[in-house]
């Protein structure tokens, strides 16, 4: 395909004295890009090693990272999260960039979490192949009272799976992280959304350059899945 939008915004990073975008850049879109491109970026000291430096980074295992696109995943996630303290709550759908495209994606991918295992759940595959296991199930998970529900501006993602999952009409115990910042440090959230809040807190941002990308396109890439 015609790459020359993605070379444009590298060649552009460079120029500007900017190497770790053109990395961010060459990274999301590697089908654009060759040997000799991440070559330039090695002699001025940047890799994927030096970029990752930047961000707050998953220390987990990747076995512990699952993706669930049947039944028999939502069973072990059940397993793995009811009665936990927290679940931190995650939604994903595919970037609205015209008018045509709707005022509201569906929900494409689904995030639950603790500091032990992180789901992620192919929401789209699920509704189609086992709807009502995957109402029940996250009816179970996110209605646990046991649990807090965290998350950032999390009331929307939220109301996105109770779209998909009419059971999931209540949902007690949540707790909006942007909400808590205002809350406790009476000011704005920092810019930058949750990526922001976590450098402002833990002194990196999060790598949010996954966020725009199609989250409805199988299989998921290693980057969305990280």
Not at 44 to 71: D, I, K, N, W
Not at 94 to 118: E, H, M, N, T
Not at 139 to 161: I, N, Q, W
Not at 196 to 203: A, K
Request: glycine letters at 8%.
């Amino acid at each position: 395909g015609d790459c020359r939008l993605e070379q444009f915004l590298f060649s552009l990073a460079l120029e500007a004295g900017a190497p770790t975008e053109a990395m961010r850049v060459l990274k999301r879109f590697p089908h654009a890009f060759g040997a000799d491109d991440a070559a330039r970026l090695e002699q001025l000291g940047v890799s994927e090693a030096t970029l990752a430096e930047h961000f707050l980074q998953l220390r987990l295992p990747p076995e512990r990272v699952t993706v669930v696109s049947e039944e028999g995943g939502l069973r072990e996630m059940e397993a793995a999260l009811l009665g936990r303290e927290a679940v931190a709550v995650d939604a994903e759908w595919r970037p609205r960039f015209r008018k045509a495209d709707g005022a509201s994606q569906p929900l494409a991918v689904l995030q639950l979490a603790v500091p032990d295992r992180v789901f992620l759940l192919d929401v789209a595959a699920l509704a189609r192949s086992c709807s009502a296991a995957l109402d029940a199930a996250l009816a179970r998970v996110l209605g646990d009272p046991a649990s807090v529900k965290l998350g950032y501006a999390v009331r929307e993602d939220l109301r996105r799976v109770g779209r998909v999952c009419p059971r999931v009409r209540s949902v007690p115990r949540v707790v909006d992280l942007a909400q808590m910042w205002n809350a406790l440090a009476a000011a704005p959230p920092p810019k930058g959304g949750l990526s922001g809040l976590c450098q402002r807190c833990l002194g990196k941002p999060l790598d949010k350059g996954m966020q725009m990308s199609d989250w409805e396109r199988r299989p998921l890439t290693e980057a969305q899945v990280a």
